[in-house]
T-cell receptor, first 109, second 114 residues
């Protein structure tokens, strides 16, 4: 299983772009990079997934460099409702999915 | 379509008792995973079931067990409850549990052991 490292917490002002970087130096060839968001007392919610280069959806963008040893989740123009914990997962095949501690993002008015 | 349903939402048990939690996955999903979440420990993987078979297992003692039925509904059981078992228990379902399919989580069951 690829181990991931991400900041424990981040603060951002409303309206700013937030970038959360995740390191996964021993990512395997068949591993995908997936990000989830979790609000207090709720289950995590899928945000975005990618394998390489850049992926964008209506919520976020995911940047993955060529060596795939890291990835960056980009949230454009955050609002107070984006305050949550964000998890970076690296999993391949049918391996067990481990979430870890995640990054607690606090959006400040 | 209906989401993942977990029952009950809240539960209070006494040390030494046992408890059974239920998870109904999204229709058509065959993989169900269970997680324990406590403050400071994040989400910890318990086990995953696919087609009634446990396919993956986390590092939890044998007091934690689970099963999956032919309709993909799953239950997890914790025997001889300890105070440290107090947590939010989450289940997630996905089509087949592969890494490139999205997992959908339920609201969780909040277990308090007193």
């Amino acid at each position: 299983l690829a181990k991931t490292t991400q900041p424990i917490s981040m603060d951002s002002y409303e309206g700013q772009e937030v970038n959360i970087t995740c390191s996964h130096n021993n990512i395997a060839t068949n591993d995908y990079i997936t990000w989830y968001q979790q609000f207090p007392s709720q289950g995590p919610r899928f945000i975005i997934q990618g394998y390489k280069t850049k992926v964008t959806n209506e919520v976020a963008s995911l940047f993955i460099p060529a060596d795939r040893k890291s990835s960056t989740l980009s949230l454009p123009r955050v609002s107070l409702s984006d305050t949550a914990v964000y998890y970076c997962l690296v999993v391949g095949g049918y391996q067990k999915v481990t979430f870890g501690i995640g990054t607690k993002l606090q959006v400040i008015p | 379509k209906a989401g993942v349903t977990q029952t009950p939402r809240y539960l209070i048990k006494t040390r030494g008792q046992q408890v059974t939690l239920s998870c109904s996955p999204i229709s058509g999903h065959r993989s169900v995973s269970w997680y324990q979440q406590t403050p400071g420990q994040g989400l910890q993987f318990l086990f995953e079931y696919f087609s009634e078979t446990q396919r993956n297992k986390g590092n939890f003692p044998g007091r934690f067990s689970g099963r999956q039925f032919s309709n993909s509904r799953s239950e997890m059981n914790v025997s001889t409850l300890e105070l440290g078992d107090s947590a939010l228990y989450l289940c997630a379902s996905s089509l087949d549990g592969s890494s490139n399919t999205e997992a959908f989580f339920g609201q969780g069951t909040r277990l308090t052991v007193v």
